[in-house]
T-cell receptor, first 113, second 114 residues
Framework: NAGVTQTPKFRVLKTGQSMTLLCAQD?????MYWYRQDPGMGLRLIHY???????AKGEVPDGYNVSRLKKQNFLLGLESAAPSQTSVYFC????????????FGPGTRLLVL | GENVEQHPSTLSVQEGDSAVIKCTYS??????FPWYKQELGKGPQLIID?????GEKKDQRIAVTLNKTAKHFSLHITETQPEDSAVYFC?????????????FGGGTRVLVKP
């Protein structure tokens, strides 16, 4: 199993540009999450999904959209990137209720100029 | 909402010594407390966790303790080794609108000096 994979690993955007971050998991997990990591602030939840076709807002959803059209994929979109969205983005997945462990991907480093 | 405070933010120890990281949480409904280790350039990886019905859990050189009354939990690493150098995050889990949600502490950068 590859576990949780993320693409791309690194990206530079100009303010106002759009992009999509892809997260894929091959563990048949129901739950998937997108976090952002900023220095000294730990990981903050952006959006999450409890199953194929469902999404929900986390703590810091503004400026981001997500989609979960397939169970194994969770996409994070930035429609109009802003410098405040410069961060490291992590995707995570969890099997189901009662199985609390979240498995993280390697991260995507995004720089918005 | 839930708030998790983690201390210290950095910790430097001599190889072989012990390291202790402490976290406090605000929501008494939290029922699951994992600890993650993040090495440079990688995603966080679960190293140990504890549920609210348990006071202590140990796995080789690492242990976690939970005090529900005081709403704090701690990670203890004994006989530290250079490979223990990393950033450690605590988290607390509560039921949310749809499923459980993890709230993370700010992280502790641990440096083990040989």
């Amino acid at each position: 199993n590859a576990g949780v994979t993320q693409t791309p690993k690194f990206r530079v955007l100009k303010t106002g540009q759009s992009m999509t971050l892809l997260c894929a998991q091959d563990m048949n997990h129901e739950y998937m999450y997108w976090y952002r990591q900023d220095p000294g602030m730990g990981l903050r939840l952006i959006h999450y999904s409890v199953g194929e076709g469902t999404t929900a807002k986390g703590e810091v959803p503004d400026g981001y959209n997500v989609s979960r059209l397939k169970k194994q994929n969770f996409l994070l979109g930035l429609e109009s990137a802003a410098p405040s969205q410069t961060s490291v983005y992590f995707c995570a997945s969890r099997y189901r209720d009662g199985q609390e462990t979240q498995y993280f991907g390697p991260g995507t480093r995004l720089l918005v100029l | 909402g839930e708030n998790v405070e983690q201390h210290p933010s950095t910790l430097s120890v001599q190889e072989g010594d012990s390291a202790v990281i402490k976290c406090t949480y605000s929501d008494s409904a939290s029922n699951y407390f994992p600890w993650y280790k993040q090495e440079l350039g990688k995603g966080p990886q679960l190293i140990i966790d504890i549920r609210s019905n348990v006071g202590e859990k140990k796995d080789q050189r690492i242990a976690v303790t939970l005090n529900k009354t005081a709403k704090h939990f701690s990670l203890h690493i004994t006989e530290t080794q250079p490979e223990d150098s990393a950033v450690y995050f605590c988290a607390a889990s509560i039921k949310w609108a749809a499923g459980n949600k993890l709230t993370f502490g700010g992280g502790t950068r641990v440096l083990v000096k040989p």
